[in-house]
């Protein structure tokens, strides 16, 4: 559901076209962005919900785009997590950090 109130099909390929946007000039491949739509739908399926709000959605793109990039995923979120300020972003890292200082990545 749009904000106008209008309702409109699932659609990957604006969830691809909206995270492609945040993703500019990283390295994240078209299959990369088709596996994180996926990923979403099937997310918002296993809710049993028919309809979404076109921020739920938004807010359900978040966590598979952390794992993907979190250089995109800071920038996704500061829409969607309507980030105001400096103060956000630096919250925002700092979880980031004590993420992987927690569970350091495999190289």
Do not use: W
Request: charged fraction near 35%.
């Amino acid at each position: 559901m749009k904000r106008s109130g209008a309702v409109e099909p699932f659609a990957r390929e604006k969830v691809m076209s909206g995270v492609r946007k945040a993703c500019q000039g990283r390295p994240v491949t078209d299959d990369d962005l088709a596996i994180l739509a996926q990923r979403v739908e099937e997310e918002l399926r296993q809710t049993g919900q028919s309809t979404f709000e076109t921020n739920d959605i938004g807010l359900a793109i978040l966590g598979p785009l952390r794992d993907l990039d979190e250089v995109a995923y800071l920038r996704f979120a500061s829409v969607y997590r309507a980030f105001e300020s400096l103060d956000d972003f630096e919250a925002a890292i700092a979880e980031l950090r004590a993420d992987h200082r927690r569970a350091p990545q495999e190289e």
